[in-house]
């Protein structure tokens, strides 16, 4: 009974992938995808955003472990002294630790929030360029639909015939020369703007 209820189930497995999941008009439906990964890896101005990114983020991470540092030598020289020292003496230091302890909490909270704005500055910028690509490959190659294609994504099989991420990162490259600060951090204030705006 199990057996035959398997076999069942696959033949009804096999009809159902048969069937076209969508129906093609007469002069079908034209697709086509970008590599996500690639498109980020081989265009040249997303790699120079990651790299100043990480380069922020690098120096953020070099300035909180300095002051980690300089606090846990703090309290630990509090703790060796604070025998020494009067309950007066011993109720001030503890508050000038907790002072700067807060302080260090702050400023990696705001690190954080940081390297997040300028992150989503990066995601919007790539969007933004892409959608520019996007609206010209689609008139040019008469497209329906571009999907994106990522290893371990939602499609599990993509026909090589149809990958437009060269021609994209090619478009793109040569599309966008090498950007000014201005242009930089242009972008990284309105994400800010909008986001204090919200």
């Known amino acids: ?11 009804a497995l096999l009809a159902s992938c048969q069937q076209p999941a969508v129906e093609n008009t007469d002069k079908g439906i034209r697709l086509a995808y970008v590599r996500i990964d690639s498109l980020q890896s081989q265009y040249n101005y ?4 990651v790299l100043e990114l990480q380069a922020e983020e690098a120096e953020i991470v070099t300035e909180l472990q300095r002051r980690q540092q300089s606090l ?44 997040m704005v300028k992150q989503n500055a990066l995601t919007t ?3 933004e360029d892409m959608n520019g690509a996007i609206d010209v490959l689609k008139d ?6 571009i999907l994106l294609y990522e290893e371990g994504g939602q499609i599990i ?15 793109l490259n ?13 972008v990284v204030e309105e994400t800010v703007d909008s986001a204090s705006a919200e």
């Open 72 to 115: 846990q030598e703090n309290i630990e020289l509090y703790q060796q002294e604070a025998p020494k020292m009067t309950a007066r003496q011993r109720e001030v230091n503890e508050a000038d630790l907790r002072r700067v302890q807060q302080q260090y909490m702050a400023m990696e909270q705001g690190a954080q929030e940081r390297l």
């Open 174 to 186: 040569e599309n966008r020369d090498t950007p000014t600060e201005e242009e930089t951090t242009e």
């Open 1 to 11: 009974m199990k057996k035959f209820f398997l076999a069942m189930a696959s033949i």
């Open 157 to 171: 099989f993509a026909n090589t015939e149809y990958d437009i991420t060269e021609r994209m990162v090619t478009m």
């Open 46 to 49: 997303f790699q120079e955003l």
């Open 140 to 145: 040019e190659l008469n497209l329906d639909f």
């Open 125 to 127: 910028q790539m969007r």
